[in-house]
Every structure is written in C-alpha cells, then in structure tokens.
C-alpha cells in the first residue's frame, strides 16, 4: 500500500502563503503521478495541481495547475524524501478548503488518498 499524510495545513490571512507537505510511505517507488485537491465547503473536489514523473529528478517531471491557481502555487516533489509540496502565496479567501493528497501507484494500478489538511484564508 501507499500511505500519505499531509501537513502545513492553517489559518492565514488573504496574501498571505502556506505551504503544504505530503509524506508518503509504503511502497513509493512507482508513484507515477502525485496531485493536491481540494474540497471546498459545500462543493465538489476539484484539482489544484499535479506533478507526472518522466524520471527521477525534479527537471523531468511535468506539472500542471488549475487556473485559479497559476502563478500563485507551485508543486514540487522530492524523490529523496518522497515528499510532495505545494507552496501557495497570495492566498485568497476562495482558497479555503480541505486540500488532499493523490498518488497514483502504477505497480498498485490505483489512486491512493491523504486524510487532507484544512487551509482557511481570511478576509
């Protein structure tokens, strides 16, 4: 199995940043994709951002963002600590929700869920 925890999660004020961790355990060595949602209260989850693993170092993955969120949040994954971060600045009030963590495991052939972490941005 593919464990993940998330973390970094918290209340700020609009404009302010965060930044989300997620560790992940268990067999790591064939996530092939690794994404942050988020679930807003009341709505549906919905994808921030994603990075797809070309191999095994940051330059060969490929991302991509929301556009509610580009040019706000960065994704990064750190094979050495298979780990997974999402830096978000210029927080707004709409970015508040339950932000999960998603790895696709190609030797288990599915998805595998983080508990989420909960952001709050203030007006």
């Known amino acids: 199995q593919v464990r993940l925890v998330e973390s970094g999660g918290g209340l700020v004020q609009a404009g302010g940043s965060l930044r989300l961790s997620c560790a992940a355990s268990?067999?790591?060595?064939?996530?092939?994709?690794m994404a942050w949602y988020r679930q807003p209260p009341g709505k549906q989850r919905e994808l921030v951002a994603e990075?797809?693993?070309?191999?095994?170092?940051?330059?060969?993955?490929?991302?991509h963002y929301a556009d509610s969120v580009k040019g706000r949040f960065a994704i990064s994954r750190d094979y050495a600590e298979n780990s997974m971060y999402l830096q978000m600045n210029n927080l707004k009030p709409e970015d508040t929700a339950v932000y999960l963590c998603?790895?696709?495991?190609?030797?288990?052939?599915?998805?595998?869920w983080g508990q989420g972490t909960q952001v709050t941005v203030s007006a």
């Open positions: 998603n790895a696709f495991s190609t030797y288990f052939e599915r998805d595998f």
């Open positions: 268990g067999i790591v060595s064939r996530i092939y994709r």
């Open positions: 990075i797809t693993s070309n191999g095994r170092i940051s330059s060969d993955s490929t991302t």
